[in-house]
């Protein structure tokens, strides 16, 4: 137990370099151009586009580009597995503390297995335990919502940073 304990203090490393005042802005521009795009295309279309992990997506797709949970691929396959596997666990067992509990573990595993992984897409099992919705879920928002926000991503990471993305599809 007390070596247990003692890995609670860390390594001991350095914090991460501070991110440079354009970067800072650079991705605080990303981020509500890529959030006003998703919500005004869905208020014109009187749909729903806007999930809660979206919000976390743009911190990554912004603020650290060049992450592999950053990549188009992990960013729309993460959000449309997660989203699957928690409709399909809520449709199949009911809205039960455990089955919800079994969709987010289910939910890693599949991102880990096929290599999407997106860290905000773990929440939408959550998101679908909360509010309940019908199969439609995974077109609107998730896979639509999702697009755009990659659509914004290319358009801006490749406008305003000197590297390319993405690194990978």
């Known amino acids: 137990m007390l070596v247990l304990l003692r890995k609670f203090r860390g390594d001991a490393l350095a914090l991460p370099p501070r991110a440079s005042l354009q970067q800072v802005a650079l991705a605080w521009?990303?981020?509500?151009?890529?959030?006003?795009?998703?919500?005004?295309?869905g208020d014109l279309l009187s749909l729903s586009l806007l999930l809660g992990s979206f919000g976390a997506s743009?911190?990554?797709?912004?603020?650290?580009?060049?992450l592999p949970f950053s990549?188009?691929?992990?960013?729309?396959?993460?959000?449309?597995l997660?989203?699957?596997?928690?409709?399909?666990?809520?449709?199949?067992?009911?809205?039960?503390?455990?089955?919800?509990?079994?969709?987010?573990g289910?939910?890693?595993?599949?991102m880990m297995l096929t290599r999407?992984?997106?860290?905000?897409?773990?929440?939408?099992?959550v998101i679908i335990f909360l509010a309940q919705p019908?199969?439609?879920?995974?077109?609107?928002p998730?896979?639509?919502g999702a697009l755009l926000l990659v659509l914004v991503a290319l358009f801006f990471n490749n406008a305003t940073r000197s590297g390319r993305y993405p690194k990978y599809w």
Request: charged share 0%; hydrophobic share 60%.
């Open 29 to 41: 521009l990303g981020g509500v151009l890529a959030i006003a795009c998703v919500a005004s295309a």
């Open 58 to 66: 743009c911190v990554l797709v912004f603020g650290f580009a060049d």
């Open 71 to 80: 990549q188009p691929r992990n960013v729309i396959g993460g959000h449309l």
């Open 82 to 104: 997660s989203s699957l596997v928690g409709l399909a666990f809520l449709h199949a067992f009911g809205p039960q503390w455990w089955v919800l509990a079994l969709a987010v």
């Open 106 to 110: 289910s939910a890693i595993a599949l």
């Open 116 to 125: 999407t992984v997106h860290p905000p897409a773990g929440s939408n099992p």
């Open 134 to 140: 019908g199969w439609g879920f995974l077109l609107f």
């Open 142 to 144: 998730t896979l639509v």
